[in-house]
Protein backbone atom coordinates (compact mmCIF):
# COMPACT_ATOMS: atom_id res chain seq x y z
CA UNK A 1 0.00 0.00 0.00
CA UNK A 2 2.87 2.57 1.12
CA UNK A 3 4.60 1.88 -2.20
CA UNK A 4 1.14 2.49 -4.52
CA UNK A 5 0.12 5.80 -2.51
CA UNK A 6 3.72 7.23 -3.06
CA UNK A 7 3.35 6.17 -6.62
CA UNK A 8 0.06 7.89 -6.92
CA UNK A 9 1.60 10.91 -4.94
CA UNK A 10 4.19 11.77 -7.51
CA UNK A 11 1.85 12.53 -10.16
CA UNK A 12 -0.08 14.85 -7.86
CA UNK A 13 2.45 16.60 -6.72
CA UNK A 14 3.70 17.31 -10.46
CA UNK A 15 0.85 18.35 -11.29
CA UNK A 16 0.28 21.33 -8.28
CA UNK A 17 3.52 21.90 -9.26
CA UNK A 18 2.86 22.59 -12.74
CA UNK A 19 -0.73 24.30 -11.65
CA UNK A 20 1.53 26.20 -9.43
CA UNK A 21 4.20 27.86 -11.95
CA UNK A 22 1.49 28.45 -14.08
CA UNK A 23 -0.75 30.45 -11.92
CA UNK A 24 2.98 32.12 -10.79
CA UNK A 25 3.91 33.19 -14.07
CA UNK A 26 0.06 34.55 -14.84
CA UNK A 27 0.47 36.94 -11.46
CA UNK A 28 3.43 38.39 -12.65
CA UNK A 29 2.08 39.31 -16.26
CA UNK A 30 -1.09 40.55 -14.23
CA UNK A 31 1.18 43.01 -11.92
CA UNK A 32 3.35 43.86 -14.92
CA UNK A 33 -0.08 45.03 -16.81
CA UNK A 34 -1.55 46.66 -14.16
CA UNK A 35 2.11 48.52 -13.50
CA UNK A 36 1.81 49.34 -17.63
CA UNK A 37 -1.37 50.96 -17.18
CA UNK A 38 -1.17 52.74 -14.00
CA UNK A 39 0.00 56.13 -15.52
CA UNK A 40 -2.75 55.97 -17.86
CA UNK A 41 -5.69 55.21 -16.19
CA UNK A 42 -7.28 56.96 -12.93
CA UNK A 43 -8.16 53.76 -11.30
CA UNK A 44 -7.92 49.74 -11.45
CA UNK A 45 -10.74 48.08 -9.44
CA UNK A 46 -10.44 44.33 -9.50
CA UNK A 47 -13.51 42.02 -8.72
CA UNK A 48 -13.64 38.37 -8.00
CA UNK A 49 -14.83 38.01 -11.65
CA UNK A 50 -13.16 40.95 -13.48
CA UNK A 51 -10.52 43.38 -13.58
CA UNK A 52 -11.77 46.98 -14.46
CA UNK A 53 -9.65 49.82 -15.73
CA UNK A 54 -10.75 53.32 -15.90
CA UNK A 55 -9.77 56.93 -17.11
CA UNK A 56 -9.85 60.21 -15.46
CA UNK A 57 -13.18 60.86 -16.52
CA UNK A 58 -14.35 57.62 -14.82
CA UNK A 59 -15.48 56.18 -17.66
CA UNK A 60 -14.84 52.54 -17.83
CA UNK A 61 -12.13 52.04 -20.90
CA UNK A 62 -11.46 47.68 -20.30
CA UNK A 63 -12.59 45.14 -18.51
CA UNK A 64 -11.90 41.57 -18.84
CA UNK A 65 -12.21 38.38 -16.79
CA UNK A 66 -10.40 38.15 -13.45
CA UNK A 67 -9.27 34.75 -13.72
CA UNK A 68 -8.46 33.00 -10.52
CA UNK A 69 -4.62 30.73 -10.33
CA UNK A 70 -6.22 27.69 -10.37
CA UNK A 71 -7.15 27.91 -13.66
CA UNK A 72 -3.95 29.07 -14.69
CA UNK A 73 -3.95 27.15 -18.25
CA UNK A 74 -6.11 29.80 -19.83
CA UNK A 75 -5.21 32.65 -17.79
CA UNK A 76 -1.50 31.99 -18.65
CA UNK A 77 -2.21 32.29 -22.26
CA UNK A 78 -4.87 35.44 -21.73
CA UNK A 79 -2.08 37.50 -20.08
CA UNK A 80 0.85 36.20 -22.11
CA UNK A 81 -1.42 38.12 -24.85
CA UNK A 82 -2.19 41.26 -22.99
CA UNK A 83 2.02 41.69 -21.70
CA UNK A 84 2.82 41.45 -25.40
CA UNK A 85 1.16 44.27 -26.65
CA UNK A 86 2.73 47.39 -25.82
CA UNK A 87 1.80 51.03 -26.80
CA UNK A 88 3.79 53.25 -28.70
CA UNK A 89 5.90 56.04 -26.78
CA UNK A 90 4.67 59.01 -28.23
CA UNK A 91 7.86 60.38 -27.08
CA UNK A 92 9.97 58.60 -29.30
CA UNK A 93 7.86 59.07 -32.12
CA UNK A 94 9.81 61.42 -34.66
CA UNK A 95 8.83 64.84 -34.79
CA UNK A 96 8.95 66.94 -38.14
CA UNK A 97 9.58 70.94 -38.09
CA UNK A 98 8.48 73.29 -41.03
CA UNK A 99 10.97 75.20 -42.63
CA UNK A 100 9.88 78.89 -42.02
CA UNK A 101 12.89 80.53 -43.81
CA UNK A 102 16.57 79.72 -45.37
CA UNK A 103 19.07 81.99 -43.71
CA UNK A 104 22.18 80.97 -45.75
CA UNK A 105 23.82 78.03 -47.29
CA UNK A 106 24.15 76.33 -43.92
CA UNK A 107 21.73 78.11 -41.22
CA UNK A 108 17.88 77.77 -41.63
CA UNK A 109 15.12 79.13 -39.47
CA UNK A 110 12.11 76.34 -38.10
CA UNK A 111 9.59 76.43 -36.25
CA UNK A 112 9.51 76.11 -32.46
CA UNK A 113 13.43 75.92 -32.46
CA UNK A 114 14.46 78.91 -34.39
CA UNK A 115 17.75 79.08 -35.82
CA UNK A 116 19.23 75.72 -37.05
CA UNK A 117 23.29 75.79 -38.10
CA UNK A 118 24.17 72.84 -40.12
CA UNK A 119 26.59 70.13 -38.61
CA UNK A 120 29.53 69.04 -40.53
CA UNK A 121 29.14 71.46 -43.22
CA UNK A 122 30.35 74.94 -43.84
CA UNK A 123 28.78 77.29 -46.79
CA UNK A 124 30.63 80.41 -48.36
CA UNK A 125 29.50 83.79 -46.53
CA UNK A 126 26.37 85.37 -47.50
CA UNK A 127 25.28 87.45 -45.27
CA UNK A 128 28.36 87.33 -42.40
CA UNK A 129 28.65 90.61 -40.68
CA UNK A 130 32.64 90.98 -40.97
CA UNK A 131 33.07 88.94 -44.14
CA UNK A 132 32.16 90.07 -47.48
CA UNK A 133 30.49 87.74 -49.99
CA UNK A 134 32.00 85.03 -51.05
CA UNK A 135 31.61 83.29 -54.49
CA UNK A 136 29.40 80.10 -55.15
CA UNK A 137 27.61 81.89 -51.31
CA UNK A 138 24.09 82.52 -53.57
CA UNK A 139 24.10 79.30 -54.95
CA UNK A 140 24.74 77.12 -51.98
CA UNK A 141 21.49 79.31 -50.73
CA UNK A 142 19.50 78.80 -53.65
CA UNK A 143 19.80 75.23 -53.50
CA UNK A 144 19.34 74.82 -50.03
CA UNK A 145 15.83 76.91 -50.56
CA UNK A 146 15.58 74.40 -53.53
CA UNK A 147 15.51 71.52 -51.23
CA UNK A 148 13.62 72.54 -48.09
CA UNK A 149 10.87 75.33 -49.23
CA UNK A 150 7.41 74.67 -48.21
CA UNK A 151 9.06 71.23 -46.10
CA UNK A 152 9.25 70.48 -42.79
CA UNK A 153 12.17 68.60 -41.58
CA UNK A 154 13.28 65.84 -38.94
CA UNK A 155 16.19 66.82 -36.78
CA UNK A 156 18.72 64.77 -35.26
CA UNK A 157 21.89 66.13 -32.75
CA UNK A 158 25.29 65.64 -31.62
CA UNK A 159 27.34 66.24 -28.49
CA UNK A 160 27.27 69.51 -27.89
CA UNK A 161 23.53 71.06 -28.89
CA UNK A 162 24.29 74.98 -29.09
CA UNK A 163 26.85 76.66 -30.69
CA UNK A 164 28.71 79.86 -29.48
CA UNK A 165 25.82 82.08 -31.07
CA UNK A 166 23.14 80.66 -29.06
CA UNK A 167 22.19 78.36 -32.50
CA UNK A 168 20.97 75.16 -32.69
CA UNK A 169 23.28 72.61 -33.64
CA UNK A 170 21.43 69.86 -36.18
CA UNK A 171 21.35 67.14 -38.88
CA UNK A 172 18.54 68.01 -40.74
CA UNK A 173 16.72 64.99 -42.94
CA UNK A 174 14.11 65.77 -45.46
CA UNK A 175 11.13 63.56 -45.51
CA UNK A 176 12.38 61.29 -47.99
CA UNK A 177 14.97 60.77 -45.49
CA UNK A 178 18.22 62.68 -47.37
CA UNK A 179 20.31 64.30 -45.20
CA UNK A 180 20.87 68.10 -46.39
CA UNK A 181 23.84 68.67 -44.32
CA UNK A 182 24.94 65.68 -46.60
CA UNK A 183 23.18 67.28 -50.28
CA UNK A 184 25.12 70.16 -49.93
CA UNK A 185 28.87 68.54 -49.66
CA UNK A 186 27.96 65.66 -52.23
CA UNK A 187 26.90 68.34 -54.99
CA UNK A 188 29.91 70.54 -53.92
CA UNK A 189 27.83 73.63 -52.76
CA UNK A 190 30.24 73.31 -49.31
CA UNK A 191 33.24 72.25 -47.57
CA UNK A 192 33.11 69.51 -44.88
CA UNK A 193 33.71 71.36 -41.66
CA UNK A 194 36.46 69.46 -38.97
CA UNK A 195 37.20 72.17 -37.04
CA UNK A 196 35.06 70.46 -34.38
CA UNK A 197 34.48 66.91 -34.30
CA UNK A 198 31.46 65.14 -34.98
CA UNK A 199 30.02 61.68 -35.56
CA UNK A 200 29.97 61.98 -39.04
CA UNK A 201 33.28 63.71 -39.34
CA UNK A 202 34.85 60.74 -41.96
CA UNK A 203 31.78 60.30 -44.23
CA UNK A 204 31.46 63.93 -45.04
CA UNK A 205 35.46 64.40 -45.40
CA UNK A 206 34.77 61.84 -48.21
CA UNK A 207 31.95 63.17 -49.73
CA UNK A 208 33.83 66.68 -49.94
CA UNK A 209 36.89 64.37 -51.92
CA UNK A 210 34.28 62.71 -53.75
CA UNK A 211 32.68 65.88 -55.01
CA UNK A 212 36.10 67.86 -55.85
CA UNK A 213 37.47 64.77 -57.79
CA UNK A 214 34.07 65.14 -60.03
CA UNK A 215 34.76 69.00 -60.98
CA UNK A 216 31.16 69.37 -58.74
CA UNK A 217 29.62 73.04 -58.35
CA UNK A 218 32.14 75.30 -56.36
CA UNK A 219 35.27 72.74 -57.36
CA UNK A 220 34.54 73.27 -61.52
CA UNK A 221 37.41 74.48 -63.61
CA UNK A 222 39.52 73.31 -60.70
CA UNK A 223 39.11 76.38 -58.80
CA UNK A 224 39.60 78.46 -61.53
CA UNK A 225 35.94 80.04 -61.43
CA UNK A 226 36.34 81.35 -57.87
CA UNK A 227 39.73 83.16 -58.94
CA UNK A 228 38.02 84.87 -61.48
CA UNK A 229 35.25 86.04 -59.87
CA UNK A 230 37.62 86.78 -56.94
CA UNK A 231 39.20 89.30 -59.47
CA UNK A 232 36.37 90.77 -60.87
CA UNK A 233 35.26 91.96 -57.47
CA UNK A 234 38.00 94.32 -57.51
CA UNK A 235 39.60 92.62 -53.66
CA UNK A 236 42.69 94.00 -52.39
CA UNK A 237 45.64 91.19 -52.83
CA UNK A 238 47.80 89.73 -50.59
CA UNK A 239 51.48 90.24 -52.05
CA UNK A 240 54.23 87.94 -51.31
CA UNK A 241 57.62 88.31 -52.07
CA UNK A 242 60.60 87.25 -51.80
CA UNK A 243 64.23 88.81 -49.90
CA UNK A 244 67.54 87.82 -49.44
CA UNK A 245 68.52 84.83 -47.32
CA UNK A 246 65.69 83.15 -47.88
CA UNK A 247 63.15 85.43 -46.18
CA UNK A 248 59.57 86.78 -47.10
CA UNK A 249 58.20 89.86 -47.16
CA UNK A 250 54.18 90.17 -47.61
CA UNK A 251 52.41 93.90 -48.81
CA UNK A 252 48.22 94.17 -47.92
CA UNK A 253 47.69 98.20 -49.11
CA UNK A 254 50.34 100.52 -48.11
CA UNK A 255 51.34 98.40 -45.52
CA UNK A 256 54.36 95.93 -45.49
CA UNK A 257 56.25 93.70 -43.19
CA UNK A 258 59.65 92.04 -44.04
CA UNK A 259 62.05 89.45 -43.47
CA UNK A 260 59.99 86.89 -41.94
CA UNK A 261 60.87 83.29 -41.58
CA UNK A 262 58.40 80.77 -44.13
CA UNK A 263 56.47 79.81 -40.66
CA UNK A 264 56.42 83.73 -39.59
CA UNK A 265 54.97 84.26 -43.43
CA UNK A 266 52.16 82.20 -42.30
CA UNK A 267 51.48 83.33 -39.42
CA UNK A 268 50.85 86.68 -40.30
CA UNK A 269 48.91 85.52 -43.47
CA UNK A 270 46.79 84.04 -41.08
CA UNK A 271 46.57 86.85 -38.88
CA UNK A 272 46.29 89.24 -41.81
CA UNK A 273 42.74 87.16 -42.79
CA UNK A 274 41.13 87.84 -39.33
CA UNK A 275 41.93 90.95 -38.80
CA UNK A 276 41.19 92.79 -42.24
CA UNK A 277 37.83 91.10 -41.36
CA UNK A 278 37.17 92.09 -37.74
CA UNK A 279 38.99 95.74 -37.40
CA UNK A 280 37.72 99.31 -39.41
CA UNK A 281 40.63 100.99 -41.04
CA UNK A 282 42.01 102.58 -38.37
CA UNK A 283 42.06 100.11 -36.04
CA UNK A 284 43.90 97.87 -38.63
CA UNK A 285 46.06 100.35 -38.57
CA UNK A 286 46.86 100.43 -34.98
CA UNK A 287 46.74 96.71 -34.68
CA UNK A 288 49.58 96.43 -37.86
CA UNK A 289 51.56 99.07 -36.19
CA UNK A 290 51.76 96.94 -32.89
CA UNK A 291 52.76 93.96 -34.77
CA UNK A 292 55.51 95.23 -35.89
CA UNK A 293 54.01 96.49 -39.73
CA UNK A 294 55.27 99.35 -40.91
CA UNK A 295 53.77 101.83 -43.63
CA UNK A 296 55.00 102.80 -46.87
CA UNK A 297 54.44 106.20 -48.68
CA UNK A 298 54.82 106.37 -51.80
Not at 240 to 267: C, D, H, P
Amino acid sequence: MRKGAASLARPVRGYLFASFFRGLVSFFCLAFLLASMAGQARTIELSSDYVFVFNKSAKMVMAWPFLPLSRSAEATGVFFSLCSHTQPDPDKQPRFYRVLRVVDGDTLEVESIGEIRLIGVDTPELYHPLKPVQFFAKEASDLVKELVSGLSVRLEYDREKKDKYGRTLAYVYLPDGRCLNEEIIRRGYGFAYIRFPFKYLMKYRQLEAQARAEGLGLWANQGLDEFRWIISQGSVPYEIFEMANNWWGIKFKQYVKIRLTSEELLKEINNLRQWTNEFSDSDLRETLFSHGWLEVKE
